[in-house]
């Protein structure tokens, strides 16, 4: 049985996605929540964080919610795999893998994982979608070992890092770099944009928990499909 913040939550997700709400628009107040969902407020406000931490809606203290976008967003406080990012999201997310293949290291990426031109990775091009509709074109690049996992999985079936957790691999830390740049041919083929239109991109880099940097990726998203939200909390610490 779901939590009661999660339904209430999805239903409300649903409504601003359906755009039932427009764009700066307030949700009905926490007790008219809790009303029309027949729970307190406990529910209706984790309900309205989870909101809030996906971009829709922005939350000020004492006055009721405002509808902030109809597009969910990534967020990078806490790394969620795109396949469950888009269930959570009421979005129906597919793949397809454009190729997958044992070759030598760009100069790029053996800077990056502390190889060699000489040693080989395993590359991934795969196109996701939410919807049936192109969405990010990922570019993922893992190391000989962790990547070789892989060819015993259908790519196009789910989450990559889903599937090498499963196999024991160990996402210890993801750094994250946020940048725009514009669509190169094989971009605007696989996410139907004309080439040079603006894309957001997220280079990510995974290391082990023995320190070993094991995946580097490139993910070029569309940006009326995604956007993504940074959520900062200000800490007061003694000493």
Not at 12 to 23: A, F
Not at 69 to 81: A, E, G, I, N, R
Not at 137 to 151: A, I, P, Q
Request: include cysteine; hydrophobic fraction near 40%.
């Amino acid at each position: 049985m779901e939590p009661r913040y999660a339904v209430v939550a999805a239903a409300l997700r649903e409504q601003i996605l359906d755009h039932r709400y427009r764009v700066g628009e307030s949700l009905p107040s926490e007790a008219v929540l809790c009303e029309q969902f027949g729970v307190s407020r406990g529910p209706v406000r984790q309900a309205l964080a989870t909101l809030n931490r996906e971009g829709l809606i922005h939350l000020t203290r004492g006055r009721p919610a405002v509808v902030q976008s109809h597009l969910p967003s990534q967020t990078l406080d806490v790394f969620t795999p795109f396949s469950q990012w888009a269930q959570l999201g009421g979005q129906t997310p597919s793949s397809r893998t454009v190729e997958i293949t044992r070759r030598r290291a760009t100069a790029p990426e053996a800077e990056t994982l502390g190889l060699t031109t000489d040693d080989f990775v395993v590359f991934i091009l795969r196109l996701r979608m939410l919807d049936g509709a192109p969405a990010m074109l990922e570019r993922s690049t893992f190391v000989l070992d962790v990547g070789m996992l892989l060819m015993e999985f259908d790519t196009d079936s789910g989450s990559l890092t889903e599937y090498l957790t499963e196999r024991g691999v160990g996402f210890e830390t993801m750094r994250h770099e946020l940048d725009a740049l514009t669509a190169d041919a094989v971009d605007a083929r696989h996410l139907d944009v004309e080439p040079g239109a603006a894309l957001l991109r997220e280079r990510r880099v995974s290391t082990d928990r023995d320190g070993r940097t094991f995946e580097f990726a490139d993910d070029r998203y569309r940006p009326d499909r995604v956007t993504f939200s940074i959520v900062n909390t200000s800490r007061r610490t003694a000493g």
